[in-house]
């Protein structure tokens, strides 16, 4: 058994964490759940769960291999260095930590310490994501050229009730941190990188809106996001010499979590026929098709399954360091210059 405990018990240790750790009864167990404020009962209590206020407590529980820390971002690094210098191996939520410094130095304790320390990159398993890898691998599509990826929101309201500017609190801190890992994770270090990161309100402003070109040779992968987008772009959309594939839906786990449709039902975040992407495309023979793709089935839950491996049966880490500081690199690149 991996035991486990969190720090922090808010949106993000309920939503997107226990939900999924749950399922795994037979792998983790979680013991303890750190919370600021204990008569804060905005998530039910899970049964046979401690909470506590001591930070102490969880961080000298001898029993605990696991601590994941679920707070805001400008502690994520503050709360990883105390967990692993007191020989817990260390899972955070994104983005991992505000700065490549910040990044190297948990590494580099984690490393000397024999620990693991990892960002929580469940976003490798969306839905979608996973469905457009199993469109490239088929051929059909022939040699790559290019992928656009949209992460869009008509939330006008977020912008513009920020009056300031931060890096760290920046669009592209807070979301390209899921699609900038899926690049990365599938395709690996890119030949080159341009950035358009904007301010639609003007300098001094919320960082809003982004779009990184990415280069791999021929191949271009566009990451792109607005939070004033009416109507949202499609999810995926894909080109190769030979066809196109377009998923116009995200994947829908976040969509059942905010409805309270939790995992433990058969369905939850699965698509229905009419969420499925156009796969068209010509075959060898030169005979156009165009057919509806039945998306794979996502799950946030496999973060938890490969660091059990890694933990408990020394596997490889799921995501190399590397892939974390090139990352961070770009965020950091991004939002230089803005103000």
Not at 251 to 264: A, N
Not at 294 to 323: C, F, Q
Request: aromatic share 12%; charged share 25%; proline share 4%.
């Amino acid at each position: 058994m991996l035991t486990i405990g969190y720090i922090g018990n808010g949106k993000g240790a309920n939503r997107y964490h226990l939900p999924f750790v749950l399922q795994r009864p037979d792998k983790i167990k979680v013991k303890t759940i750190y919370a600021r404020n204990l008569a804060k009962t905005d998530w039910a209590r899970i049964p046979g769960t401690a909470y506590t206020d001591d930070l102490d407590a969880l961080l000298n529980d001898a029993e605990i291999d696991l601590i994941v820390v679920c707070t805001m971002h400008d502690t994520h690094f503050e709360y990883a260095k105390m967990v692993l210098e007191h020989g817990k191996h260390c899972l955070v939520e994104k983005p991992f930590v505000e700065t490549v410094a910040q990044a190297k130095a948990l590494f580099d304790l984690a490393a000397e310490k024999g620990l693991v320390v990892q960002a929580y990159q469940n976003r490798r398993f969306d839905s979608d994501f996973l469905t457009v890898q199993k469109v490239i691998e088929s051929g059909k599509l022939g040699d790559l050229l290019e992928l656009e990826m949209h992460f869009d929101y008509y939330r006008p309201e977020i912008p513009e009730s920020v009056q300031g500017f931060s890096p760290q609190s920046s669009y592209l801190y807070g979301h390209a941190c899921h699609t900038l890992d899926q690049v990365i994770g599938y395709f690996g270090k890119p030949d080159e990188v341009r950035y358009d990161v904007r301010q639609l309100l003007g300098p001094g402003r919320m960082n809003d809106y982004f779009d990184l070109d990415l280069y791999y040779g021929a191949l271009k992968v566009s990451v792109k996001s607005s939070y004033f987008r009416v109507c949202e772009r499609p999810s995926f959309i894909v080109y190769g010499k030979k066809g196109c594939f377009v998923k116009a839906g995200k994947d829908r786990q976040e969509e059942h979590l905010k409805q309270f449709y939790m995992p433990v039902n058969d369905d939850f975040g699965v698509d229905l026929p009419a969420h499925y992407g156009t796969l068209t495309y010509y075959d060898s023979a030169g005979v156009y098709h165009q057919e509806a793709v039945v998306s794979e089935v996502g799950d946030y839950g496999r973060v938890y399954d490969a660091l059990y491996e890694t933990i408990v049966n020394g596997t490889e880490k799921m995501i190399p360091d590397w892939e974390t500081l090139l990352q961070m690199e770009m965020l950091e690149e991004g939002v230089r210059g803005l103000v």
